[in-house]
Every structure is written in structure tokens, then in C-alpha cells.
């Protein structure tokens, strides 16, 4: 089991250019999280997929930020234009169909917005 | 006020020593309570899982949870070197958005020296 893919692990960018974090969830999850992670904030979830459909985007910052889920087995975050208060750990987690399933977490992309 | 408080540490103990590890929460909804483990530059893992009050111990660990008080603590016995990481509790329910969102606090780091 390959366990939640995620790419790239980092990214360096310049203030105003668009940024694309990937994620590839475990096969058979049906639910799909993205978290942000940095010192002053720790883990936020930013938005929750069930089914390939957003269900919470409600953590997401403001417009600058998009994410899609086009099928199954693929994610991406989208932040454009980027600045450098966006620059965090970013995480994608997956899960089974039991609500009280475990979250799996991938290693993560590093995003510096310079 | 954050709904989970965290203290960030870090925590730095000889190998061999107790670890406690403390959460508060002002939230008397939460129903489940997970502490999770992240190494460096990893993702987070779950390392334990209780629901409600009480203890659940899983080889050197232990996991406490008072909800009338609103703590929750884990205990790392006979720590070693390879516990060193961050550690991060987690709280969720009653679902009110028809999902188990998770809601995490600061993280811990320790360190175990030899």
C-alpha cells in the first residue's frame, strides 16, 4: 500500500505566481481532506471532499485558494496569486467510508512564498 | 480562545523517563479524542484513539481522557530515543456536519536523549 501520494514535497515561488499541490489518496478512500500546518496556527483543515464532491470548504481563506477533486484517485490545491503569508506545510489526508475511520496523512508539500 | 490549548513545549526528557503529554478543550461536544505522532518533516499519524471518558492503554502508552474537567492527557512509559517527535491532540463530534472533522491542537515536541 503505497499510502496518500503527495507532490510536490517542496516548492519555492515568488510572491504572485500560482502554485498546484497534487495529492493521490489511498485507493478505496472515499473521503479526502486538505490541511494547512504552520507554527502559529498548527493543523487547519482547509476543505473536506466525500465522494469526489466538496462538502466543507469552509476552512479554505479566501479566493485565492481553489481545490478540486476531478475523480478518485486525484486532488490538487490551487492557490493563485500566491503570497507569503501562504507559505505553510500543506497535507492531504484520506479516509475509508466509516465516519469514525482513521485519517491518513501524506507526507506533505512544503510551499515557500518568497 | 482556541477551542483545544496545547502547550508546545519543548519538552526534553532522558531516556527511561515518564512523559505526560496535556490537552484542554472548552468544547463539551467533542466525543472522540485521538492523539497523533509526527516526526519530522512527516505526516501525522494516529497513535491513539478513545471515545468519551477514560483510559485506554496500548503497550507503553496510555491515553486519558476527563471530560467532566475537559483534559485529556497521554502517557509515554519507558520513553526512548524513537519517541521523539511531535505530538498533536485531536477532537471531534457529534458530527453536526455529517462528518468526523478533526480539530487539533498546537502539538507537543518532545525529545527523548539517550
Known amino acids: 500500500d503505497a499510502g496518500v501520494i503527495q507532490s510536490p514535497r517542496h516548492e519555492v515561488t515568488e510572491m504572485g505566481q500560482e502554485v498546484t499541490l497534487r495529492c493521490k489518496p489511498i485507493?478505496?478512500?472515499?473521503?479526502l481532506f486538505w490541511y494547512r500546518q504552520t507554527m502559529m496556527r498548527g493543523l487547519e483543515l482547509l476543505i473536506y471532499?466525500?465522494?469526489?464532491?466538496?462538502?466543507?470548504d469552509s476552512g479554505m481563506p479566501e479566493d485565492r485558494f481553489s481545490a478540486k477533486m476531478p475523480n478518485a484517485s486525484f486532488s490538487t490545491l490551487k492557490i493563485q496569486p500566491s503570497e507569503p503569508r501562504d507559505s505553510a506545510v500543506y497535507f492531504c489526508?484520506?479516509?475509508?467510508?466509516?465516519?469514525?475511520?482513521?485519517?491518513?496523512f501524506g507526507p506533505g508539500t512544503r510551499l515557500l512564498v518568497l | 480562545q482556541k477551542e483545544v490549548e496545547q502547550d508546545p513545549g519543548p519538552l526534553s526528557v532522558p531516556e527511561g523517563a515518564i512523559v505526560s503529554l496535556n490537552c484542554t478543550y472548552s468544547?463539551?461536544?467533542?466525543?472522540?479524542f485521538m492523539w497523533y505522532r509526527q516526526y519530522s518533516r512527516k505526516g501525522p499519524e494516529l497513535l491513539m484513539y478513545?471515545?468519551?471518558?477514560g483510559n485506554k492503554e496500548d503497550g507503553r502508552f496510555t491515553a486519558q481522557v476527563d471530560k467532566s474537567s475537559k483534559y485529556i492527557s497521554l502517557f509515554i512509559r519507558d520513553s526512548q530515543p524513537s519517541d521523539s517527535a511531535t505530538y498533536l491532540c485531536?477532537?471531534?463530534?457529534?458530527?453536526?456536519?455529517?462528518?468526523?472533522?478533526?480539530?487539533f491542537g498546537a502539538g507537543t515536541r518532545l525529545a527523548v536523549h539517550p
Open positions: 489526508a484520506s479516509t475509508g467510508t466509516s465516519i469514525l475511520e482513521t485519517q491518513y
Open positions: 478513545t471515545y468519551s471518558s
Open positions: 485507493s478505496g478512500h472515499n473521503s
Open positions: 471532499f466525500n465522494n469526489n464532491v466538496p462538502i466543507d
Open positions: 485531536a477532537m471531534s463530534g457529534p458530527f453536526s456536519g455529517g462528518y468526523n472533522k478533526l480539530i
Open positions: 468544547n463539551s461536544a467533542f466525543q472522540y
